[in-house]
Nanobody, 125 residues
Framework: VQLQAFGGGVVQAGGSLRLSCTAS????????MAWFRQAQGKEREFVGA?????DNTYYVKYPFDISRDNAKNTVFLQLNELKPEDTAVYYC??????????????????????WGQGTELTVSS
């Protein structure tokens, strides 16, 4: 599956923004989706994940929210109460849904086979 993230930009601190990631080339509902972010000079960081059917979210950073619309092959990241430290490139990632015992694995980059190109968010103070 190919992923394309978009929706980044410049937002003032305290504001909100919704990022989107659209998938093509696969059956979208068969993929768990995640968002990661990487600030300049820092390691990539897990933001949250959502199951393929959208029934469950995992370890979503507060006060953000993740949702998906499988009919539109799109996953969303709702960013609220933004702070300058949220400035980063945000990436979406996909993994084929499969049984998992340790939900902590959703946080691990190597669990994901497909990555989008990233969309950049700058939060101004």
């Amino acid at each position: 599956v190919q992923l394309q993230a978009f929706g980044g930009g410049v937002v003032q601190a305290g504001g909100s923004l919704r990022l989107s990631c659209t998938a093509s080339g696969g059956t979208f509902s068969h993929y768990d989706m995640a968002w990661f972010r990487q600030a300049q000079g820092k390691e990539r960081e897990f933001v949250g994940a959502i199951s393929g059917n959208g029934d469950n979210t995992y370890y979503v950073k507060y006060p953000f929210d993740i949702s998906r619309d499988n009919a539109k092959n799109t996953v969303f990241l709702q960013l609220n109460e933004l702070k300058p430290e949220d400035t980063a490139v945000y990436y979406c990632a996909a993994r084929l849904s499969r049984f998992i015992v340790d939900y902590g694995r959703f946080k691990m980059e190597h669990e994901y086979d497909n990555w989008g190109q990233g969309t950049e968010l700058t939060v101004s103070s």
